[in-house]
Nanobody, 123 residues
Framework: QVQLVESGGGLVQAGGSLRLSCAAS????????VGWFRQAPGKGREFVAA????????LYADSVKDRFTISRDRAEDTASLQMNSLKPDDTAVYYC????????????????WGQGTQVTVSS
């Protein structure tokens, strides 16, 4: 069983940056695709970014393209989401998700989820 833990959330002013990290216990993340999703108050869960298990290929939501970067740190066995030029609309709880067999924007295809970390962007 893969257990995921997110870290790095917080409060930042518009235009600022945050780096979220997703760590796994129980199993290595090496062979898992990792996705980041977010959920703002009163809204559904929204895809943000994903990276393939083998590394390399990435997917981004149009709303974050050119501002956010998803990556892996193989030595630390983590996946990160670097968020730059943050906007108030980016305020949400951010979740990382992992799956051994999928690489997709669809949240229901991921089997493993973290508890989420709050990101708040003030105007």
């Amino acid at each position: 069983q893969v257990q995921l833990v997110e870290s790095g959330g917080g409060l930042v002013q518009a235009g600022g940056s945050l780096r979220l990290s997703c760590a796994a216990s129980g199993r290595t993340l090496r062979y898992y695709a990792v996705g980041w999703f977010r959920q703002a108050p009163g809204k559904g869960r929204e895809f943000v970014a994903a990276i393939r298990g083998s590394g390399g290929r990435t997917l981004y939501a149009d709303s974050v393209k050119d501002r956010f970067t998803i990556s892996r740190d193989r030595a630390e066995d983590t996946a990160s989401l670097q968020m730059n030029s943050l906007k108030p609309d980016d305020t949400a709880v951010y979740y990382c998700a992992a799956d051994r067999t999928t690489f997709t924007t669809m949240s229901d295809r991921y089997d493993h989820w973290g508890q989420g970390t709050q990101v708040t962007v003030s105007s």
